[in-house]
Nanobody
Framework: QVQLVESGGGLVQAGASLRLSCAASGRTFRGYALGWFRQAPGKEREFVAAIRWTDGSTYYADSAKGRVTISRDSAKNTVYLQMNSLKPEDTAIYYC???????????????????WGQGTQVTVSS
């Protein structure tokens, strides 16, 4: 059974940094992309960043470029999302995702995701 377990969310002030973690288990993720979406209250779930498990190629939403870095630790089966210079508009639930269908450019269709985590809340105060 595949599990994606997020951690690292919390309440921070604007300008702070956070690193989210996604521990993946239950299968080998060779051939998968793993990444992050977020969903703010009243808004649709949107793509943030993703990484190919096999070769580490990365994808970023245009809104995330420059402030966000995604990485993976293959030995720990964990994906990280480093977020810097956080803004109140970054407040959302952040979800880990995995799919054999890779992102395309700066987008990843949420309807093509095979597995979702439960999410971790990030709140940025002004």
């Amino acid at each position: 059974q595949v599990q994606l377990v997020e951690s690292g969310g919390g309440l921070v002030q604007a300008g702070a940094s956070l690193r989210l973690s996604c521990a993946a288990s239950g299968r080998t993720f060779r051939g998968y992309a793993l990444g992050w979406f977020r969903q703010a209250p009243g808004k649709e779930r949107e793509f943030v960043a993703a990484i190919r498990w096999t070769d580490g190629s990365t994808y970023y939403a245009d809104s995330a470029k420059g402030r966000v870095t995604i990485s993976r630790d293959s030995a720990k089966n964990t994906v990280y999302l480093q977020m810097n210079s956080l803004k109140p508009e970054d407040t959302a639930i952040y979800y880990c995702a995995a799919s054999t269908r890779y992102p395309y450019g700066s987008s990843w269709n949420k309807n093509l995701i095979d597995y979702w985590g439960q999410g971790t809340q990030v709140t940025v105060s002004s």
